[in-house]
């Protein structure tokens, strides 16, 4: 029961979040105004500086994108989409990337139909966040099995599993907490972000990990109710 309202209170603190979110920004901001400083004074800027800027310019932009989603007012528009289509646009975007990081996508899609009501663009934030959580994991490379399949008449589980470092048990309680991150380039939005869009959603999202094993993120969602066939 605490572990729920803690969850709950997670997801509908959104404003408190603003504060943090100004103070991750703060950061980059500060380093951009002193090499800008630097040029002023001494004009002596190098590509060395440029390509700081930049990645903290992207940064910036990458923490007001997903601090957006979060933001966003909560109507927005459903339409009834087959989510393993929605699954492969994601993975023909993720592709090439993937295959950099010497990382194969395997696929199991059900054979009959996963339509649900969605937000499409939503839900491929949360495919991408998940997908890219599971690649950064397998800095070596491996397998990511990407699932689809009903589970009842009533709902579909999507389920990720990677094959990469994992996650420790006392941390897997932290996920969703903003600005949790290991990553030097990491926001620590990501699952937040997703647990928000899959609970606009009337579903579930689960992580299952082993350290040195791999992670699973499942992710539930409710299929849509097939009309009646006219007699
Ligand atoms: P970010 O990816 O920006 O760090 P996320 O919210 O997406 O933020 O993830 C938070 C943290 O959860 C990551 O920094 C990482 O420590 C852990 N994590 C998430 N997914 C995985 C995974 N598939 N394997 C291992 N660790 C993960
Ligand atoms: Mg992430």
Do not use: W
């Not at 969850?7 to 800008?36: C, D, M, W, Y």
């Not at 699954?87 to 010497?102: E, K, N, R, T």
């Not at 395997?106 to 690649?135: G, H, M, P, W």
């Amino acid at each position: 029961m605490e572990e729920l309202l803690r969850r709950s209170e997670k997801l509908t603190t959104v404003g408190q979040l603003a504060a943090g979110v100004a103070h991750e920004i703060r950061n980059p901001l500060t380093t951009l105004r002193g090499f800008l400083q630097l040029q002023l004074e001494t004009e002596k800027l190098n590509t060395r500086h440029v390509d700081i800027m930049l990645s903290e310019l992207d940064r910036i932009n990458l923490i007001v994108s997903e601090f957006l989603i979060l933001a966003k007012p909560q109507a927005t528009r459903f339409e009834v989409k087959d989510v393993r289509f929605i699954l492969g646009d994601v993975i023909s975007l993720l592709d090439s990337q993937a295959h950099l990081c010497d990382i194969e996508f395997e696929t199991y899609f059900d054979q009959e139909n996963c339509r649900i009501s969605c937000e499409e663009n939503q839900l491929k934030q949360v495919f991408i966040n998940v997908l890219k959580n599971a690649i950064e994991a397998m800095p070596e490379g491996g397998r990511i099995t990407i699932e689809a399949r009903r589970n009842d008449q009533h709902h579909v589980n999507v389920s990720i599993t990677d094959e990469g470092i994992g996650i420790p048990e006392e941390r897997i309680a932290k996920l969703g907490d903003p600005f949790y991150t290991d990553k030097d380039m990491g926001t620590g939005l990501g699952i937040m972000v997703s647990q928000r869009i899959i609970q606009t959603h009337q579903g579930m999202l689960e992580i299952r990990s082993k350290v040195n094993v791999g992670t699973t993120v499942t992710i539930v969602l409710p299929l849509m109710k097939e009309q009646a066939i006219e007699a």
